[in-house]
């Protein structure tokens, strides 16, 4: 008889959980190394150890305010239910912050194309993103094209052409320099004529304060919006992780401007500021749609609330 379980490595949802928890490592490491700490005295949940908490979460940038609540939470919790300890209540604290957040982006494609506009800074792996979206897209039988309406970096066209050979799609561009809007109009009428599935269109990167760049995009929603009064379906933000509270800043910038309607954190295996994704939770309440966590496509993550906080903290066993 075989040895092997539901929770064998040859069990495919343990080996993508085993693959997250590695790729979490310099945010995990963060937290357990100090959680160890905390525990390593077996005091109960004492006024210093909560005060210890609050530091730790701060620097694995969980920010002020939400880590505030996370220790305000656990100190006030009942003396029954304190026996629990301290990683279990924060483990339970960090699921009642991600778990309503925990939206998974399913295009819906009737007679027209889904129709989604990818935004954020340069830099943060927003074209890598798009391109990885259209290949998965693809692999569940989908039919996609994409838009290269960042004109502004002759180099965004080109690399945008690179995944739409990758991804077996068609790409609508124009010269470098056209204008970001007649490219969106052009990519809708085509993708209605071919009856594409989804359309993702890429943008211009400059910084949010950059008041051009807001007014571009606001542009092109109102060009969307023309040809399909639905459009766009999905305005995703795409971040950063490893600017911690920049992260933070630039969407709650960008969706004051345009209305962000779902959030992808990317670069989460080179960061022990994983935390941020909390902050931005309980902050705006936004749907956290995919998170990426390394270059292969097989990288970008729906986000899946209990997996993420398993990863990060230590098993109740080893909490003890």
């Not at 390593?40 to 620097?59: A, C, F, K, S, Y």
């Not at 962000?260 to 902050?283: F, P």
Request: hydrophobic content about 40%; glycine content about 8%.
């Amino acid at each position: 008889m075989s040895q092997d379980s539901p929770q064998s490595v040859d069990n495919p949802d343990r080996k993508a959980f085993s693959r997250l928890r590695d790729k979490l490592l310099k945010t995990r490491s963060q937290l357990v190394s100090g959680l160890g700490g905390l525990l390593g005295t077996q005091r109960g949940i004492d006024p210093p150890l909560l005060e210890e908490l609050e530091e730790l979460l701060i620097v694995s940038d969980v920010g002020l305010e939400t880590s505030q609540y996370l220790v305000d939470r656990i100190g006030t919790t009942p003396g029954r239910e304190q026996q629990k300890g301290v990683v279990a209540l924060l483990k339970q604290g960090l699921l009642d912050i991600l778990a309503p957040c925990e939206q998974i982006l399913q295009p819906q494609h009737d007679d027209r194309p889904f129709v989604i506009l990818v935004v954020g800074v340069n830099g943060v792996g927003k074209t890598t993103t798009l391109g990885k979206l259209a290949w998965q897209f693809k692999r569940d039988g989908l039919s996609v094209m994409l838009a290269a309406a960042d004109t502004f970096r002759a180099a965004a066209i080109e690399q945008l052409g690179v995944w739409a050979k990758r991804a077996d799609c068609p790409v609508i561009q124009q010269q470098h320099g056209a204008d970001a809007a007649s490219v969106a109009h052009d990519a809708v009428q085509s993708a209605i004529a071919r009856k594409i599935d989804v359309l993702l269109i890429d943008t211009a990167g400059r910084q949010a304060t950059h008041s051009n760049l807001m007014e571009e995009l606001k542009k092109i929603r109102r060009v969307l919006t023309k040809l399909d009064e639905t459009a766009p379906h999905e305005t995703l933000m795409v971040l950063d992780a490893s600017t911690g509270q920049n992260a933070l800043s630039q969407l709650t910038q960008f969706h004051s401007a345009i209305g962000v309607t779902g959030v992808c954190l990317t670069k989460l295996d080179g960061t022990a500021k994983g935390g941020i994704l909390i902050a931005i939770a309980k902050r705006l309440g936004l749907p956290i749609r995919y998170i990426g966590i390394g270059e292969g496509t097989e990288d970008l993550h729906p986000f899946n609330a209990e997996e993420f906080v398993d990863a990060l903290l230590p098993a109740m066993d080893q909490a003890k």
